[in-house]
C-alpha cells in the first residue's frame, strides 16, 4: 500500500509542476471521447497501469488551482500540511459519526469548531459540526431556523410554513433559495433585499420588508447576512441586521463561506464585527483557510439548537445512551462523514492561525492592487470597490457592441482555449463582466498585470481594435 500511494503522491506532484498553465483548454467532447473508449469491464490488472491512464484522462488536462494564473472560482491552493493529513484520512477512513468509529477524530472535530466559534465571538455555549460544504451549512443552518420558527407558530404544518419569510440579499448565496425549497418553503419564501452601491444588503430596505410582511401577517423565520458574495467579496452591515433579526424575533445567520478566513486575519477581522451576535455561521476553511475540499463548518451560538437535527437509531446512537459518549452524528445532518477536520488540525498546528490569515490578507492586498491597474487603464472598467479577493471588471471597446455573445464571454474563452489563464464571468444589471478571483498568496502582482493584458490584447482582437496600449502596474 505504500508504494502505491508514494507512486501517486509523485505522480500528482510532477504534474502540479509541470503544469505551464492553469489548463489546457479541453473541449468537453474531446475529452468525452476519450473517456467513452475506455472498457469498464476491462481492468488493467495493475494499480501502475491504472495510474498512468488516469494522466491521460484526468491530470493531463486537469484544472491546477495552484498556478499563479488561475483566477476563476473561489478555488483555492491548499497548504502543505493539510496535503499530508488528508493521507492519514483516506487511508485510515475513520467514519465520524459516533465516538465507536472515531474516538480521537472526534475530539479534534470538537475542539476545532470550539476554536473556530471563539473567532466568532459566538459565547462559551456555542457549537457546530464539520460538513461537506457551504451548501450543506447553509441547508443546515436553515432548517435550524425552520424548526424553531415552526415550534412557535400555532395551526397546521402547512399553514405554518406558508407564512414564513427568509430574507437574504439579492448578491447571496444560490443555496439560500435551495434550502428554502427542500424545506418544504419554495424559493418564493426567500425575500430578495436590494444591495447599495458596494453590494452589501441596505438594512433600510431590510427595515421596510420586514415591516411591510409582518403587516401581512408573515413570519420572519431567518433573516441570512452574508460576508463575502461570490461576486464581489462585499460583506453586509452584520451589526446593523443583526440587531433587526433581534427586533423581528428572526434567526439570524450569517453566510461566511469566503469572508470567514478575515476571523483569523491579523490586519482585517473588525470587518467581521456583528457576527458575534449571529444564531448561525457557515466557514469553509477549504476557500479562505486554504484547505482541501470539503472543509466547512456550521457553528452555531447555542448547542441546545443542534437537537432540533437529532435522530436517534437503535443500531447506531440509541436515545437511551444519549449522554455517555460524544457522536457527532446528534448534531449534523450527515451520517456517514469524513475526518476532515484532521486536515485543519494538522495545518494550524504546522503553521498556525495568525498564518493563514496572513495569507487571506495578502490575497486581500493583490486584489487591491489589481483594481488600481484596472482604474487606471483607459481601456477596462472596473463594477465596484474592491472588498475582499474579487475584482469585477470588463473590457470596454472603443465600439459599442451591438449584440450577439457577449465580449467578455469571447475574452473568457479565448484565454481558457490558449491555456495562459482562467478568469470567472459574471452578469450586473444585464451587462457581462470579467471576474479575477484571487485566492493563491504565490500569485504575484506580475502574474495579475500578465492576465490583464491579455484580457485586452484579445478585447482588441475581438473587437477588430488594433491600438498598441501596454498595461502597467
Known amino acids: ?170 448578491d447571496s448565496h444560490f443555496s439560500i433559495s435551495t434550502s428554502a425549497s427542500l424545506l418544504g418553503l419554495g424559493a418564493e419564501a426567500v425575500v430578495s433585499v436590494p444591495v447599495d ?38 460583506i453586509d452591515p452584520l451589526h446593523d441586521i443583526g440587531a433587526l433579526a433581534a427586533q423581528y424575533g428572526a434567526w439570524f445567520h450569517v453566510d461566511a463561506a469566503y469572508g470567514g478566513g478575515l476571523l483569523a486575519s491579523p490586519r482585517h477581522r473588525d470587518m467581521l464585527t456583528g457576527i458575534e451576535a449571529a444564531h448561525s455561521v457557515t466557514v469553509d476553511f ?31 446512537n440509541p436515545a437511551a445512551e444519549a449522554g455517555r459518549a460524544p457522536n457527532q452524528v446528534d448534531k449534523s445532518l450527515a451520517t456517514t462523514r469524513r475526518f476532515d477536520a484532521l486536515k485543519l488540525w494538522v495545518t494550524l498546528r504546522t503553521l498556525g492561525a495568525d498564518a493563514l490569515g496572513s495569507m487571506f490578507d495578502t490575497v486581500m492586498d493583490l486584489a487591491t492592487a489589481a483594481g488600481e491597474i484596472v482604474t487606471a487603464h483607459p481601456e477596462l472598467e472596473l463594477a465596484a470597490e474592491i472588498q475582499l479577493s474579487t475584482v469585477v471588471f470588463r473590457y470596454v471597446p472603443q465600439v459599442p457592441e451591438t449584440g450577439g455573445e457577449p465580449l467578455s464571454n469571447k475574452i473568457r474563452s479565448a484565454l481558457y482555449d490558449s491555456g495562459e489563464a482562467m478568469v470567472a464571468a459574471t452578469t450586473i444589471n444585464q451587462v457581462r463582466y470579467l471576474k479575477l478571483t484571487l485566492l493563491n498568496p504565490q500569485t504575484t502582482i506580475n502574474d495579475v498585470t500578465a492576465i490583464l493584458e491579455a484580457i485586452v490584447s484579445h478585447g482588441r482582437r475581438l473587437s477588430g481594435e488594433r491600438t498598441p496600449m501596454e498595461v502597467s502596474a
Open 1 to 170: 500500500m505504500a508504494e502505491e500511494f508514494g507512486a501517486a503522491a509523485q505522480l500528482a506532484a510532477r504534474s502540479i509542476a509541470a503544469a505551464s498553465g492553469p489548463t489546457t483548454g479541453p473541449r468537453p467532447a474531446a475529452l468525452r471521447a476519450r473517456l467513452d473508449a475506455v472498457d469498464l469491464r476491462a481492468p488493467l490488472g495493475s494499480t501502475a497501469a491504472a495510474l498512468d491512464e488516469a494522466t491521460e484522462l484526468y491530470l493531463r488536462d486537469a484544472v491546477y488551482f495552484h498556478h499563479p494564473r488561475y483566477a476563476a472560482h473561489l478555488n483555492c491552493p491548499i497548504v502543505l500540511p493539510a496535503i499530508a493529513a488528508e493521507a492519514l484520512v483516506t487511508t485510515v477512513n475513520t467514519s465520524m459519526d459516533t465516538w465507536d468509529q472515531s474516538a480521537g477524530a472526534t475530539l479534534i472535530e470538537q475542539r476545532l469548531i470550539d476554536w473556530a466559534a471563539s473567532l466568532a465571538g459566538l459565547g462559551p455555549d456555542a457549537d457546530g459540526v464539520f460538513t461537506s460544504g457551504g451548501t450543506a451549512s447553509n441547508l443546515q443552518a436553515m432548517l435550524l431556523a425552520r424548526n424553531t420558527a415552526t415550534a412557535r407558530l400555532v395551526g397546521s404544518l402547512p399553514e405554518r410554513l406558508t407564512g414564513l419569510r427568509i430574507y437574504a440579499s439579492a
Open 197 to 234: 452601491e458596494l453590494h452589501r444588503m441596505d438594512a433600510h430596505a431590510l427595515a421596510l420588508a420586514l415591516e411591510a410582511d409582518r403587516a401581512a401577517g408573515f413570519c420572519a423565520m431567518a433573516i441570512v447576512a452574508t460576508a463575502g458574495t461570490t461576486d464581489f467579496g462585499a
Open 286 to 316: 477549504h476557500k479562505s483557510f486554504f484547505q482541501p475540499i470539503g472543509s466547512s463548518a456550521i457553528l452555531v451560538r447555542d448547542r441546545a439548537a443542534l437537537a432540533l437535527v437529532s435522530h436517534h437509531a437503535e443500531y447506531l
